[in-house]
């Protein structure tokens, strides 16, 4: 399943020092986080989880696979971007396909140059998302036209679109993003295919200085206050301290995380958060030769996560032998569980819970 994070912010704020730290750092680790170029700016990234190492040493698996997250390094944006300034019509090309969007934020002082000449992450992030709104707006103002013209037609779909654009579009002008339209569950998919710039969910990743990772600084207190307004998330990080960590041994990563007052790489939390923000959750199947995340969306019901692993489980879905990971764990593995009476059998309509462990039954 393709779930895609795209990185954004103003030049030099330090998106692709991130983006190359995720790659390196996981190129790295091939063993256990596996990662793939697909394009020069594009990769895939495994998302990190203790459950995983656990479930594997339990079950003496050979090998642990886990679940993955794509990145995207886009163009960095200019103020005119939504009018085609800079490399504008590519980042709103590049950005529309992203499932979410990591918006980096400048929150360091220092001698690289600001595009806009000063430190203000609180303004960068208002310069994006006005040139993202701006372009919502300019696409919708034309599509509501065409979708007029189809509705006097007789075109039952159009007029449902043409309700949705225009509150989106009441929303926009009021100057907020699209994602703070309110919609009804049955709303939320057709409103989805609008593929609206500012109706992507986002989170603020503050890039600080080596100093501050640990305790952030007034710039990322600021970035997080806005974030927490808008009902957004924020991470704090250094992208330099990730970029040398990229190049250290797992060892020695340890040792360097400690001597800074840092428990783990932010990376960690930027992976963690890209994968909370996109609304997913992560099933295991554990044997003896691996141990194995899966990624499906909150919701999703047993044949649909039978149905990740291959289609053909999904199609002949008989049912799901379940075990809840504090059970497999502390009962230590598989048979355990069984004995104890924590394997449950699940049907068509169970609704996957986050850390279940599945062997699927099917029939085709």
């Not at 986080?33 to 989880?49: A, L, M, S, W």
Request: proline letters at 4%.
């Amino acid at each position: 399943m393709g779930f895609n994070c795209g990185i954004v912010g103003l030049p030099n704020v330090g998106k692709s020092t991130l983006f190359n730290a995720l790659t390196s750092t996981q190129a790295a680790e091939a063993a256990n986080y596996p990662f793939c170029t697909i394009e020069p700016n594009t990769g895939r990234v495994g998302v990190p989880d203790p459950r995983l190492d656990r479930l594997a040493a339990i079950a003496g698996s050979g090998k642990i696979i886990p679940t993955q997250l794509e990145f995207v390094d886009i163009a960095g944006l200019v103020r005119g971007a939504s009018k085609g300034e800079g490399l504008g019509n590519q980042f709103l090309a590049n950005i529309r396909e992203t499932d979410a969007v990591l918006h980096v934020l400048r929150c360091f002082e220092g001698d690289v140059t600001h595009v806009e000449g000063s430190v203000d992450p609180v303004r960068d992030a208002e310069t994006v998302e006005t040139e993202l709104m701006l372009a919502d707006m300019d696409g919708l103002e034309r599509r509501v036209q065409s979708a007029a013209k189809r509705a006097k037609g007789g075109d039952k779909d159009a007029k449902t679109e043409i309700e949705l654009m225009e509150r989106a579009l009441a929303v926009l002008r009021e100057g907020k993003p699209a994602r703070t339209v309110a919609l009804s569950p049955d709303e939320r998919e057709p409103f989805r295919r609008l593929a609206l710039l500012t109706s992507k969910p986002v989170l603020y990743v503050c890039n600080v200085s080596e100093d501050d990772a640990a305790t952030g600084n007034a710039h990322s207190a600021r970035v997080e206050a806005m974030a927490k307004a808008q009902g957004a998330e924020a991470v704090v990080i250094s992208a330099a301290i990730e970029a040398e960590l990229a190049q250290l041994s797992a060892e020695e990563k340890q040792e360097f995380l400690g001597s800074i007052g840092l428990e783990e790489p932010g990376l960690n939390k930027v992976i963690r958060a890209g994968y909370k923000l996109l609304g997913l959750l992560t099933f295991f199947t554990v044997g003896p030769k691996e141990a194995r995340a899966w990624t499906v969306n909150v919701g999703a019901t047993a044949p649909e996560a039978a149905g990740v692993i291959h289609t053909d489980f999904q199609r002949g879905f008989i049912k799901a032998e379940t075990i809840d990971y504090d059970s497999y764990v502390a009962l230590g593995g598989e048979q355990g569980a069984k004995d104890a009476g924590k394997m449950r059998q699940e049907g068509k309509d169970y609704v996957v819970r986050d850390g279940d462990i599945f062997h699927f039954r099917f029939n085709v």
